[in-house]
């Protein structure tokens, strides 16, 4: 299940509604700590899914200045047996709050989150570049700096009981 999850996050672009896309990037998958990151993009938006060991929540963050300060967040966490995916933004070193509540948008194209035997996977479309002051723009064959974090549980008010950070190039 996963694995198929990213797999077809890998695939997307390639074999998907954006094949004929001159811009089309191919899917790369990477791991930081527990965390596995598969990331693709259409030159348009970023398509992405994260995944941990973990029943709880799970969040990746793009572009800190500092620990979570400045990242654009996408934050996702199951309700009862909804998923929730939630476009946040560090408002501090060690503070985030949902873009709209600081005036912002939500930016979240697509969205999904699932759990299977203990491990948790949320995938999310997002603009490269959606405008808004409290996400990063993204910038293909820039480096990004990725952080990773994931509780023990779905209340994404308590701290992280796993965290990671990484660099990619888009
Ligand atoms: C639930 C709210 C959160 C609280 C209260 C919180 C708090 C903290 C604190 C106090 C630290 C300092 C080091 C430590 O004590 O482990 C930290 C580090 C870190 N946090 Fe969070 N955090 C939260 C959410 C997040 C989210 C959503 C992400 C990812 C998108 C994240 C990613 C990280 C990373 C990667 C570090 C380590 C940074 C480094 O080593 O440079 N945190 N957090």
Same mark, same amino acid.
């Given at each position: 299940?996963?694995?198929?999850?990213?797999?077809?996050? &890998?695939?997307?672009?390639?074999?998907?509604?954006?094949?004929?896309? %001159? #811009?089309?990037?191919?899917?790369?998958?990477?791991?930081?700590?527990?965390?596995?990151? $598969? /990331?693709?993009?259409?030159?348009?938006?970023?398509? $992405?899914?994260? %995944?941990?060991?973990?029943?709880?929540?799970?969040?990746?963050?793009?572009?800190?200045?500092?620990?979570?300060?400045?990242?654009?967040?996408?934050?996702? /966490?199951?309700?009862?047996?909804?998923?929730?995916?939630?476009?946040?933004?560090?408002?501090?070193?060690?503070?985030?709050?949902? @873009?709209?509540?600081?005036?912002? +948008?939500?930016?979240?194209?697509?969205?999904?989150?699932?759990?299977? =035997?203990?491990?948790?996977?949320?995938?999310?479309?997002?603009?490269? @570049?959606?405008?808004? =002051? /409290?996400?990063?723009?993204?910038?293909?064959?820039?480096?990004? =700096?990725? &952080?990773?974090?994931?509780? +023990? #549980?779905?209340?994404?008010? =308590? +701290?992280?009981?796993?965290? $990671?950070? $990484?660099?990619? +190039?888009?």
């Amino acid at each position: 299940m996963i694995k198929a999850i990213i797999a077809a996050v &890998i695939a997307g672009f390639a074999f998907g509604a954006f094949a004929g896309d %001159s #811009t089309v990037t191919q899917g790369k998958t990477i791991s930081a700590g527990k965390f596995t990151f $598969a /990331y693709s993009s259409d030159g348009a938006n970023l398509i $992405a899914s994260v %995944s941990a060991p973990v029943a709880g929540w799970i969040a990746v963050g793009f572009n800190p200045t500092s620990v979570m300060k400045q990242a654009n967040m996408i934050v996702g /966490y199951m309700n009862g047996t909804t998923g929730v995916v939630v476009d946040q933004y560090g408002d501090g070193m060690f503070s985030h709050k949902p @873009d709209t509540a600081l005036g912002g +948008k939500n930016d979240i194209i697509l969205s999904s989150v699932t759990r299977d =035997k203990g491990t948790t996977t949320m995938t999310f479309t997002i603009p490269l @570049d959606s405008g808004d =002051k /409290y996400d990063s723009k993204l910038i293909a064959g820039e480096n990004v =700096k990725l &952080i990773f974090a994931a509780g +023990k #549980t779905d209340d994404i008010a =308590k +701290k992280h009981s796993m965290k $990671a950070t $990484a660099t990619i +190039k888009l």
